[in-house]
């Protein structure tokens, strides 16, 4: 295996503007999840992204006994205990409608006795709009006070036309035809992406989960959260999970999400494997409670780069105020 470039603190660091920007964020953000049970009618307060829970199941990670020797330190064991969230990329809970096709599949990985070893969000599209930090702020901010009816829909659409220049590349578009040809798919068929960067002990690398012979075509008459219901009940999943390593940041930058990494060739780490009939209940306050934040894995699995920073912040507000309202909601029924 070639050497892959280390990583470095200076690939994560804000600007002090950035860093004032993203208290402003911070803010927009626990308002957004404070309001969120009245933004989607609901009972309990949702995420301020990917708000609708399709499915909940548990899994395993099997690892590939032929990985690499350097990657071994990181996978000592045999398998894993997994934790799966099944999402919609949508902040509000969308009742009613067909669901736009931006979906997530969102891994806890656990040791033996329950610890978590990492979180991966991952989603089925993979690259990022946006490669500037402030821009990316003052957007996600605007969307958040546009829900709870803080700012106009003009004011959003302003920094909707800032992200437009930066989907002009190659990568975006063809992954753009790709996601519309297939929109109608069903949601188990996907591949799915980490987007941004993260660690590998020393090292860096995006991953993707490429299923195994799943039938695009499954439970096409059934609502996304029905079909995926339906397949999970009779079906046992199989998907490989794949890495990427950054050996040059020209080919492969780390700051730069609105691009592919190219001349890097993905590599087999293991599979994830989820047994039928192993579904939790997705309507349930602990499933609400989850956290996939990624800044909860263990060190050498860290997420890397400026965009990736931001959600350390970002889950962290999220996730202590949504945990805040729905435990009241839980033990005060």
């Not at 690892?63 to 934790?83: A, S």
């Amino acid at each position: 295996m070639p050497n892959p470039l280390p990583y470095k603190k200076e690939y994560d660091r804000l600007t002090d503007e950035e860093k004032q920007l993203l208290e402003i964020n911070k803010k927009s953000i626990a308002d957004f999840v404070e309001q969120s049970p009245s933004v989607s009618d609901v009972h309990y307060a949702t995420r301020n992204a990917h708000a609708k829970t399709y499915a909940v199941t548990k899994g395993t990670f099997v690892i590939n006994k032929n990985i690499p020797e350097e990657l071994k330190p990181y996978f000592d064991k045999e398998k894993y205990d997994l934790v799966i969230r099944f999402s919609n990329a949508h902040l509000k809970v969308m009742k009613g409608k067909k669901d736009i096709p931006a979906y997530g599949f969102a891994v806890k990985i656990n040791d033996e006795k329950g610890n978590v070893i990492a979180n991966f969000p991952l989603v089925n599209f993979p690259l990022f709009p946006i490669n500037s930090v402030s821009t990316f702020l003052k957007l996600f901010t605007s969307v958040n006070r546009f829900f709870v009816k803080k700012w106009s829909s003009f004011s959003l659409l302003m920094q909707i036309l800032k992200v437009v220049p930066s989907t002009f590349t190659a990568s975006f578009i063809k992954n753009i035809f790709k996601l519309w040809r297939k929109r109608n798919d069903f949601f188990l068929s996907f591949d799915f992406h980490s987007v941004g960067v993260y660690r590998l002990g020393d090292y860096m690398m995006k991953i993707k989960i490429k299923p195994q012979s799943v039938n695009k075509h499954f439970g096409k008459k059934l609502k996304v959260k029905s079909a995926l219901e339906s397949y999970l009940k009779e079906e046992n999943f199989t998907a490989d999970v794949l890495i990427q390593l950054c050996y040059d940041l020209k080919d492969q930058p780390v700051n730069k999400l609105n691009v592919e990494w190219k001349n890097s060739p993905y590599l087999k780490i293991g599979e994830v494997k989820i047994e039928k009939n192993n579904l939790l209940n997705a309507n349930s306050c602990d499933s609400e409670l989850l956290s996939f934040n990624p800044f909860e894995s263990k060190i050498f699995f860290q997420p890397v780069g400026k965009i990736q920073k931001l959600r350390d912040e970002a889950y962290k507000v999220s996730v202590q105020t949504r945990r805040k309202i729905n435990k009241l909601l839980k033990y005060n029924k």
